[in-house]
């Protein structure tokens, strides 16, 4: 196990984690925090291979992480747009007009906060699935919930974002 390759396929995953938990200022930093507990555990011996991904532990230290600096500290607020890069997270292109730029950073803030009117568990699991290479089976492992109650959070959260979005006029 190459600590460097781990590092480069988890590190924008567990950024983009943080981001749609709605830690924007603060996402690199708790990434850093991740990196450091997994790098911990893996040297102590805690991980093991046998009973799951290094992928799935590591996005239980950043679920843990995430929970510990919700409760504990402002960091959960939303930046204000001044304060946030937004080509961070919007892929944006530089060549693009300012308006198309402007409304996709509005449809991204409206997003995050739209995930947060979610309820914990389904804000959990959507934010755990975006992620494109974490399975549901690895989501109910580190929940502690079956796979199919991971699936229906999973199915509500998209139902409801989609009617929230749909009502303020984003067709998704």
Excluded: C
């Amino acid at each position: 196990m190459d600590w460097n390759t781990i590092v480069e396929r988890l590190g924008p995953r567990l950024y983009n984690y943080f981001i749609r938990r709605g830690f924007l200022k603060d996402s690199a930093d708790l990434t850093q925090d991740v990196f450091s507990r997994l790098f911990v555990k893996i040297t102590d011996g805690v991980f093991d291979e046998t009973k799951g991904s290094i992928d799935a532990f590591a996005f239980g230290i950043a679920r843990f992480v995430a929970l510990e600096n919700q409760q504990t500290s402002h960091l959960y607020l939303l930046a204000s747009d001044d304060e946030f890069n937004w080509d961070k997270i919007a892929g944006t292109d530089l060549s693009a007009d300012i308006e198309s730029d402007y409304h996709r950073q509005q449809t991204i803030h409206l997003f995050l906060n739209e995930i947060k009117s979610l309820n914990p568990i389904q804000q959990e699991v959507l934010t755990l699935y975006m992620d494109d290479e974490l399975k549901l089976e690895d989501i109910a492992s580190m929940m502690k919930l079956p796979v199919g109650t991971v699936k229906s959070h999973l199915f509500r959260a998209k139902e409801k974002l989609k009617d929230i979005l749909e009502n303020k006029g984003i067709s998704l």
